[in-house]
């Protein structure tokens, strides 16, 4: 597509169940990132996908959250038993490598909100 | 752990004028670095990007400035417009990318 596509736009779910949010990269861009910004904050890194190597989890806050991707293409970022705190948007971006000068383009995020 | 930083967190400027947003740095290793503005309920927008072999890069009203030495980097914006008003990020990156914490820039009519 022309740009990042994220869905759903907007999600509101109760504490304890699970999401997923979607993402959908620019065509052939290999390196893909996830980050969360809660509001009012800064954007805090989540994971980063790069081809077909092994993803950077560095940045997932607990083991209820995981992501995937098929191939170098869609990724799911997932939510297990949500909680208050996950309250945020969930943004997603992608770009042709991972070397330096690659520029990263943004979807227009997932908004989630746990009550 | 290393990270990237702002100076500043909310920055008010009259239209016409010069703006400039300041980011320290601290990763030594960091090779490339970008600058964002995110308008309220969308996504980060790329403004301009610098590699670590520059010191200064210019675009259409924007120049991102670069100091190794003291790890600074800074986005001067020119003849500040309405449409300026947004938080602005910068960004460092060696594989993944890293965010500071941000800036509100607000443009006075």
């Known amino acids: 597509g022309a740009g990042v596509s994220q869905s759903p736009s907007n999600k509101v779910t109760e504490k304890g169940k699970d999401v997923e949010l979607r993402c959908d990269p620019i065509s052939g861009h290999t390196a893909l990132y996830w980050y969360r910004q809660r509001l009012g904050q800064g954007l805090e890194f989540l994971i980063y996908f790069q081809g077909n190597s092994a993803p950077d989890k560095s940045g997932l806050p607990s083991d209820r959250f995981s992501a995937e991707r098929t191939g170098e293409s869609v990724s799911t970022l997932t939510i297990q038993r949500t909680q208050q705190e996950d309250s945020a948007v969930y943004l997603c971006?992608?770009?042709f490598g991972q070397g330096s000068g690659n520029t990263i383009y943004f979807g227009e995020g997932s908004w989630l909100t746990v009550v | 752990g290393e990270n990237v930083g702002l100076h500043l967190p909310t920055l008010s400027v009259q239209e016409g004028d010069n703006s400039i947003i300041n980011c320290a740095y601290s990763?030594?290793?960091?090779?490339?670095f970008i600058w964002y503005k995110q308008e309220s309920g969308k996504g980060p927008q790329f403004i301009i990007d610098i590699r670590s072999n520059m010191d200064k890069r210019q675009g259409q009203r924007v120049t991102v400035l670069l100091n190794k030495t003291v790890k600074h980097l800074s986005l001067q914006i020119a003849a500040t417009q309405p449409g300026d008003s947004a938080v602005y990020f910068c960004?460092?990156?060696?594989?993944?990318?890293?965010f500071g914490a941000g800036t509100r820039l607000t443009v006075k009519p």
């Open positions: 990763n030594s290793a960091s090779d490339y």
């Open positions: 960004a460092e990156k060696i594989n993944d990318m890293r």
């Open positions: 971006a992608s770009s």
